[in-house]
């Protein structure tokens, strides 16, 4: 099995921490251990540590899984190492991750996460908890009637990251000391100051307007903008970290495509040397992010939803089909571009380089988890540039059969007849609509727009966008689905 001690037996071209691992001291926390964050801060501290030699070693991460305690238990057994595969198109470079000092489960009493982000040695916390896990309206303030924040109220031991930032910064607050800095690495528009907002609603309904006052005055958020492409890990990506590792067993290898990219706002507090792996440190995050969230999140949606219905269920297949490639492609330049601060060649770069990394055949990238808390994702992915789009007379045509495609998935899977799981907040509701008004398409877009935790306010013209939404939906029902894609590039 992977750990400290195997790792003198690993062949020599595999990558390993270029320090000490069981000497690491825990200074950042970091909320939600999924494999993004494995593949991505743990992969920038790992290099800032090494560049910073003895001492880095108080950069290790005490790393929290929100959900999978059988993840925490199986890194403990793993002296909290993986290794990570770097998928390029044609070949795999193996590291061995060890920036981790720590595993914890954010469930567990023990782990105790509110005590832990009032450490005094505890000088960042990071999250990686996806959009879902900020519990917000469409208009980005937190959702007071969320059961799970709801929960976390009443109850003494928060789980949600919402709670647990609070009542850790309670604590900062009661014992002195300066809080440490709050890092967001969602894929949430202005995700830093959406944050601050949301854990200050969070304290005002629990009572604690002081606590929220507080935190306005002296806790930093900053605003960031993360990409890398990282996929569910499968099992034949255990099999082929097993052979890379010379026969040692990892069970938890995370599979990451080449590119990564950090970019963060003002930053004030001590930090690690995230540089060493190329972070880059600038006072506008927001250029970044809405190119970032527009143009890649929102065209992985519209890849994922559609592609799933065309029979092309990884982003890579989806994305190397003609005429849906061309789709996406022509989705992010003349839409997905709304509001994005990039000269036009930036546009056209910057897009052909996503359509490049979509299609790398050595990532399997499911529409079914891209699919995933669409409701949570369409207000910035989707709807901020529609609206602009709408508003300047554009066409919205990849926005609409994005959206019509997405009814389509819970049309189907109301009547049993979507082959894969779909997992939303909001999946309750809108199957209930979809059964409700069977085989009705426009009042089935009627009352999925109408739905104002989603959309928000109605979007301008409405009624012209319901009729197109149905007209899109009753097409990808009753023909078949490549037949309308290849008539909508025609
Ligand atoms: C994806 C993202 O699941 C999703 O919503 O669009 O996880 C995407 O792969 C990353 O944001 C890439 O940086």
């Given at each position: 099995m992977l750990d400290r001690a195997s790792l003198t037996r690993l062949p020599a071209n595999i990558h390993l921490p270029r320090f000490d691992t069981a000497r690491l001291r825990p200074?950042?926390?970091h909320?939600?251990c999924g494999n993004?964050h494995r593949a991505h801060q743990v992969v920038a501290t790992q290099a800032a540590i090494a560049?910073?030699g003895?001492?880095g070693l108080?950069w290790g991460i005490a790393s929290?899984t929100?959900?999978r305690p059988e993840l925490s238990h199986q890194l403990a057994r793993q002296d909290n190492l993986y290794s990570l595969l770097t998928r390029?198109?044609?070949g795999t470079v193996v590291s061995v991750m060890g920036a981790i000092a720590e595993a914890l489960f ?124 990282v996929?569910a890990t499968t099992p034949q990506d255990i099999e082929d970290a097993r052979h890379a590792l010379g026969g040692v067993e990892d069970a938890i290898p995370v599979p990451a ?20 792996h ?213």
């Amino acid at each position: 099995m992977l750990d400290r001690a195997s790792l003198t037996r690993l062949p020599a071209n595999i990558h390993l921490p270029r320090f000490d691992t069981a000497r690491l001291r825990p200074g950042i926390l970091h909320l939600g251990c999924g494999n993004f964050h494995r593949a991505h801060q743990v992969v920038a501290t790992q290099a800032a540590i090494a560049a910073e030699g003895e001492d880095g070693l108080r950069w290790g991460i005490a790393s929290a899984t929100m959900r999978r305690p059988e993840l925490s238990h199986q890194l403990a057994r793993q002296d909290n190492l993986y290794s990570l595969l770097t998928r390029e198109p044609h070949g795999t470079v193996v590291s061995v991750m060890g920036a981790i000092a720590e595993a914890l489960f954010a469930g567990d009493e023990r782990a105790d996460l509110p005590s832990r982000l009032a450490d005094p040695e505890t000088r960042i916390v990071t999250l990686t908890v996806t959009a879902s896990g900020y519990y917000l309206t469409a208009d980005g303030r937190l959702n007071a009637d969320a059961g799970d924040i709801r929960a976390d109220l009443r109850r003494g031991t928060p789980r949600t990251a919402l709670g647990i930032l609070a009542a850790g910064l309670g604590r900062v607050r009661a014992q002195g000391g300066a809080p440490p800095v709050i890092l967001s690495c969602d894929n949430v528009a202005h995700n830093g100051g959406t944050l601050a907002q949301a854990v200050m609603d969070f304290a005002s309904m629990g009572g604690d307007e002081r606590l929220a006052g507080w935190i306005a005055e002296n806790v930093r958020f900053p605003d960031t903008m993360v990409d890398r492409i990282v996929p569910a890990t499968t099992p034949q990506d255990i099999e082929d970290a097993r052979h890379a590792l010379g026969g040692v067993e990892d069970a938890i290898p995370v599979p990451a495509e080449p590119w990564f990219q950090w970019v963060i706002g003002e930053f004030d507090g001590p930090r690690p040397r995230w540089e060493a792996h190329g972070a880059q440190f600038t006072n506008d995050v927001a250029t970044f992010e809405r190119a970032k969230l527009q143009m890649l999140n929102g065209a992985h949606m519209l890849l994922a939803y559609i592609g799933a219905l065309a029979g092309l269920p990884t982003i890579a297949e989806a994305a190397t089909d003609p005429a849906l490639g061309r789709i996406a492609a022509r989705f992010m330049r003349e839409e997905q571009n709304a509001g994005v601060a990039f000269a036009p060649d930036d546009i056209t770069r910057y897009a052909d380089a996503l359509m490049e990394r979509f299609r790398n055949p050595a990532i399997v990238h499911q529409a079914e988890r891209i699919g995933r808390n669409g409701s949570a994702k369409m207000a910035a992915r989707v709807l901020a540039p529609m609206r602009a789009n709408i508003e300047a007379g554009r066409p919205t045509t990849g926005a609409t059969l994005l959206i019509a495609g997405w009814i389509r998935w819970f049309a189907l899977h109301e009547q049993d007849a979507l082959d894969l799981a779909v997992a939303d907040p909001h999946a309750g509701t809108l199957r209930r609509i979809c059964a409700e008004a069977r085989h009705d398409h426009r009042a089935q877009a009627e009352a999925f727009l109408a739905m104002e935790d989603v959309f928000g306010s109605p979007l301008p013209h409405h009624e012209r966008q319901v009729a197109a939404i149905a007209g899109m939906l009753r097409r990808l029902t009753d023909e078949s689905v490549p037949d309308v894609l290849r008539d909508i590039v025609r």
